[in-house]
T-cell receptor, first 118, second 116 residues
Framework: AQTVTQSQPEMSVQEAETVTLSCTYDTSENNYYLFWYKQPPSRQMILVIRQEAYKQQNATENRFSVNFQKAAKSFSLKISDSQLGDTAMYFC???????????????FGQGTILTVHP | AAGVIQSPRHLIKEKRETATLKCYPIPRHDTVYWYQQGPGQDPQFLISFYEKMQSDKGSIPDRFSAQQFSDYHSELNMSSLELGDSALYFCASSPRQRRTRYNEQFFGPGTRLTVL
């Protein structure tokens, strides 16, 4: 079974500054994927960034980047130049590599509420 | 671009009643996942379907059942509703891409179920 832990229930940052959200996970598998999802007040689940565990290079999507430490089973999200629209709940999630087929449930962490202050 | 459609968006039921939630995946997506998100909690996987067959099962109560139809839409049937069933129910779909190892799950807007 996979477990995902987000140890920061709440974080806050000033607009234009940088913030890092932490995530650790536990899995006995070698092939898996890691994700960060954003859930704004509308409650829509929005994919922010994804990382394949077999890739050593950290994923980057515009202002969002990750620090993936496979040995430490750590997957943190860095948001640069924070914007008011970044205010949301952020979930870290894992998914096993289902061997090329399309099924594979997501296991989520508890979430971190991020507030960006003007 | 077309997105995952869920209906209804809001549903209010009494205890012991029955509810049916519907999910229409993105066209050409053959896999559907159902998640339950309680108040202040993270989404929990309930069940998934691939090509109209159940592919995985999570913490879904025996009172709940689900299926995927020939047009790939899915329905989650919930009977003998309890107060604790009040939650946001997400449906997500994945595309039919056999050659890629990764298949992103696209989430619908969710159905908010309130049990009184």
């Amino acid at each position: 079974a996979q477990t995902v832990t987000q140890s920061q229930p709440e974080m806050s940052v000033q607009e234009a500054e940088t913030v890092t959200l932490s995530c650790t996970y536990d899995t006995s598998e070698n092939n898996y994927y890691l994700f960060w999802y954003k859930q704004p007040p509308s409650r829509q689940m929005i994919l922010v960034i994804r990382q394949e565990a077999y890739k050593q290079q950290n994923a980057t999507e515009n202002r969002f980047s990750v620090n993936f430490q496979k040995a430490a089973k750590s997957f943190s999200l860095k948001i640069s130049d924070s914007q008011l629209g970044d205010t949301a709940m952020y979930f870290c999630a894992t998914r096993l590599d289902a061997g090329g087929t399309s099924y594979g449930k997501l296991t989520f962490g508890q979430g971190t509420i991020l507030t960006v202050h003007p | 671009a077309a997105g995952v459609i869920q209906s209804p968006r809001h549903l209010i039921k009494e205890k012991r009643e029955t509810a049916t939630l519907k999910c229409y995946p993105i066209p050409r997506h053959d896999t559907v996942y159902w998640y339950q998100q309680g108040p202040g909690q993270d989404p929990q996987f309930l069940i998934s379907f691939y090509e109209k067959m159940q592919s995985d099962k999570g913490s879904i109560p025996d009172r709940f059942s689900a299926q995927q139809f020939s047009d790939y839409h899915s329905e989650l049937n919930m009977s003998s509703l309890e107060l604790g069933d009040s939650a946001l129910y997400f449906c997500a779909s994945s595309p039919r891409q056999r050659r890629t190892r990764y298949n992103e799950q696209f989430f619908g807007p969710g159905t908010r179920l309130t049990v009184l």
